[in-house]
């Protein structure tokens, strides 16, 4: 099959690039999330205007933009946890409304803002969460995923989870994130409370998953550069770049 | 495929909220040593009134007994907004609603674990009873069954009316399981005759099953008889607030999301 672009392909390529368009991936792997111009108000303001979408499979897609700009609530939006007022959602080409429950169950989500039951200890919400993802032989796949974060300590210790420190909760939140082997992974701010260490501990567990989908929202564009093969920028809840990582200066550029 | 029900997501949830119950000296102490205080006072008052003469007995006896029925159906309310909120508080409900959770699963479990947690109470409060009023199980008899499963029954239906606001408004709904349930027990008459309240409140309480089982429980203490019809028409009331309870739960979990509360809560 020849990889090569006519003029016509390369033209429309280079429009699309010149007026930061979204540009159409040529991939054999299948799209995974498609979302459709989804906008949303929230208390009557609008959040985000006709945003339109496709990740592909194995893609790590950076989401950055000015603070409120509807980045978290994106990600609401593609977990369900959020309708939006027009536009659909389809994950792995499944309405999200007909198929929730079988979406859900190969895909997590983890947030730097979001923390587990705090009156329960590490194991006994990850345990939890490993049954309600309904996870073969759990206690090793609990094992293993704190030994990735180095975090062994906090079962050892059997630490109530409100005990724990921002960073420790960060942990403990991807490793809640990784139980099910998600498909797609949501990550919101979640590098926001990590050492430099555990964020490369991070970044190296989630290489490692070639075929895993990742959306990281993130205010740390050295992070996403790092990380991400495309980033979707956003600016007053509207798509302003949605494509291949460009430099630093430029994305600067889109904060205006 | 989808909403299939699973025992496993069932029992992690429900062992979830019994996790969060045994390391939280406060839920503790709502559970096993409020009731039990309230009921230690409420027998010393029955005890009191019944040394008066034949009749007081039985007043003394109703009085027990609404303390102590009254405590499972306020334990069901009040346990089930809690567990939820307590998630809530965590900043973990969001974690929860992106599993493949089913609201069934969700409600089913929060009722279950609140039955666990009311088992406890109750057995804790059997040993107080024995204690300080021996009187009241040769009493009361096995019809304790009947009342019991019914204020249960109406208890589910008030806490998933409880949920849907909580679901709506968010934590600013925390009061809402001891409110629903002190404005409640004015209407469930467990104390009292419905003759002694003021006209609208009386017949406000022919709309409140539980006024019904508490109706007939001072009955049967007095006469030793059942009307049973009272019983059917409680649980009839019951059937039909279910059924509407249902509904409500459905549109606020559907406007919730809409509106963006489950993301705030």
Redesign the interface.
């Known amino acids: 099959m020849s990889t090569e672009k006519s003029n016509e392909e390369i033209v429309v390529l280079a429009i699309l690039i010149r007026y930061n368009l979204p540009t159409v991936r040529r991939t054999n792997n299948p799209a995974v999330v498609e979302l459709q111009n989804i906008s949303k108000r929230l208390a009557r303001l609008p959040i985000l205007t006709n945003i339109s979408i496709t990740v592909y499979q194995g893609e790590k897609i950076g989401i950055a933009g000015p603070i409120g700009v509807g980045k978290t609530t994106l990600l609401y939006i593609m977990l369900g946890l959020i309708t939006p007022d027009t536009g659909t959602i389809k994950m792995f080409s499944l309405s999200f409304e007909t198929h929730r429950q079988y979406i859900l169950q190969r895909v997590n989500f983890a947030s730097s803002a979001l923390k587990l039951n705090g009156y329960a200890s590490v194991y006994e919400n990850l345990l939890t969460f490993a049954r309600l993802y309904r996870v073969p032989n759990p206690k090793h796949k609990i094992e293993k995923l704190v030994h990735n974060f180095g975090i062994e300590y906090l079962l050892k210790k059997n630490l109530k989870v409100y005990k724990l420190s921002a960073g420790e909760n960060s942990k403990v939140n991807i490793c809640k994130a990784l139980l099910n082997n998600p498909e797609v992974l949501f990550l919101d701010e979640i590098t926001a409370y990590l050492d430099p260490k555990s964020e490369e501990m991070l970044r190296d567990v989630l290489k490692k998953q070639t075929l895993q989908t990742v959306l990281f929202a993130s205010h740390n564009l050295q992070e996403l550069r790092r990380f991400c093969t495309k980033i979707l920028f956003l600016k007053k809840g509207k798509i302003q770049y949605f494509g291949p990582m460009p430099s630093a200066k430029r994305i600067l550029s889109y904060y205006g | 495929?989808?909403?299939?029900f699973?025992f496993?997501?069932f029992?992690?949830?429900t062992?979830?909220y019994l996790?969060?119950m045994k390391?939280?000296p406060t839920?503790l102490i709502e559970i096993l040593v409020w009731p039990s205080l309230e009921l230690v006072l409420f027998s010393f008052l029955a005890s009191a009134i019944s040394s008066v003469d034949n009749v007081s007995i039985r007043v003394g006896l109703g009085i027990l007994s609404g303390v102590v029925f009254w405590n499972f159906f306020a334990r069901i309310i009040q346990e089930t907004i809690a567990q939820f909120l307590?998630?809530a508080?965590?900043?973990?409900i969001?974690?929860?609603?992106?599993?493949?959770?089913?609201l069934s699963e969700i409600v089913m479990s929060l009722f279950f674990s609140s039955l666990i947690k009311m088992s406890l109470s109750f057995i804790f409060l059997s040993l107080f009873l024995v204690f300080f009023y021996p009187l009241f199980f040769a009493s009361v008899g096995t019809q304790v069954i009947t009342w019991v499963a019914l204020l249960v029954l109406w208890g589910c239906v008030l806490s998933l009316t409880a949920l849907s606001l909580v679901f709506l408004f968010g934590e600013r709904m925390s009061f809402i399981g001891w409110f629903l349930s002190t404005v409640i027990q004015i209407f469930s008459c467990v104390f009292y005759d419905r003759s002694v309240l003021p006209p609208l409140f009386y017949y406000i309480s022919f709309l409140v099953p539980s006024s019904y089982v508490f109706q007939t429980m001072r009955v049967y203490l007095a006469t030793g008889s059942i009307v049973k019809s009272q019983l059917v028409v409680a649980l009839m009331l019951i059937v039909l607030y279910f059924l509407v309870s249902v509904i409500l739960f459905q549109l606020s979990f559907?406007y919730a999301?809409?509106?963006?509360t489950?993301?705030k809560t």
């Open positions: 495929m989808d909403k299939y699973s496993q997501r029992a992690g949830l062992l979830h996790y969060t390391r939280n839920r307590d998630d508080f965590s900043k973990n969001q974690n929860l609603l992106i599993t493949p959770l089913t559907h999301k809409k509106l963006g489950l993301t």
